[in-house]
């Protein structure tokens, strides 16, 4: 078959000449790097979603091991291991109740506000153990609320172990503190303490007035399977619009119109600047020829 007989295909190339214009270079770069993003946004929530797992996983195998003596899990001034966390260990000894620690702005599970009371407990050893002992609701002030006091004497505790928190909110003023962590209360109260702190599982003796225990962490798998399917669907969706919109130009013929539109358009403005330069250069040439003649009529 000769180019005469494939006129079809010969169109069919030239048509797709509109790809080279700057309007759909730069649509094709835009959908490129939306497709991009959209991968690597869908690819960030799987990771999310097996760190997620992992995380469950260690909660879960925590929750129902045995609990173990503090020294076992903890050291003082090192931090929580990360399988570690939620871990219950047992110790005994006496709160420093004068070293009561208001940890703000939390709140419970049906979104009241409150403060959790954290409570230093001196071990026999000397070592002290940072104890969120539960939460009590407070109105929504700034006032240091009175809290229940804690067990007096020796004490036997109880508690999942938890990490350190991070930032500035960890900042201890005037025994209160945004979020916990045993590095600020150590040389708030002038104490050496365990890394990490414990949230409240049991005391012996039990307290006269019990706070509301720390809920334990869901083990769902939250959103991010089904967000990173999101993800990578916008981005399909963003490879299948190109493509899609490009077929229906080249179909319609819209990519040729305009084209032949933009060239018509440069050919007029051609035109156009060719004709002013002619009258230009004639109406120049005009004015040369009645100098000249006036010139020759005075000699």
Do not use: C
Not at 62 to 72: C, S, V
Not at 238 to 244: E, I, L, Q, S, T
């Amino acid at each position: 078959m000769g180019f005469g007989d494939s006129g079809i295909s010969l169109r069919g190339v030239r048509s797709f000449r509109f790809l080279l214009s700057r309007r759909w270079g730069l649509f094709a770069l835009t959908v490129v790097l939306v497709a991009w993003a959209t991968w690597w946004l869908g690819q960030w929530q799987f990771h999310r979603l097996t760190d997620r797992k992992h995380d469950n996983q260690v909660v879960e195998t925590n929750e129902h091991r045995t609990a173990a003596p503090i020294d076992d899990v903890l050291a003082a001034g090192e931090p929580v291991a990360a399988d570690d966390e939620w871990r219950l260990v047992t110790v005994t000894g006496t709160y420093d109740a004068a070293h009561t620690i208001i940890w703000r702005y939390r709140s419970n599970d049906d979104g009241a506000p409150g403060v959790d009371v954290v409570v230093p407990l001196v071990t026999d050893a000397g070592t002290t153990v940072i104890v969120d002992r539960g939460w009590l609701g407070t109105a929504a002030d700034d006032k240091r609320p009175d809290v229940p006091p804690p067990p007096a004497g020796r004490v036997t505790v109880t508690g999942y172990v938890r990490a350190d928190g991070s930032g500035s909110s960890t900042r201890v003023d005037a025994l209160s503190t945004r979020a916990l962590s045993s590095r600020t209360v150590g040389p708030a109260i002038g104490r050496q303490v365990y890394g990490g702190w414990l949230a409240l599982h049991s005391e012996d003796p039990k307290p006269t007035q019990a706070l509301d225990p720390l809920s334990l962490p869901d083990l769902g798998n939250g959103p991010h399977f089904f967000y990173g399917l999101q993800w990578w669907f916008f981005g399909v969706l963003a490879v299948f619009g190109f493509f899609y919109l490009l077929y229906d130009e080249w179909r319609t013929g819209k990519g040729d119109a305009v084209g032949a539109a933009r060239r018509r358009v440069k050919q007029d403005r051609d035109d156009t600047r060719s004709e002013k330069t002619s009258r230009k250069q004639a109406v120049r040439e005009a004015y040369k020829a009645a100098y000249e003649k006036e010139r020759a009529a005075r000699k």
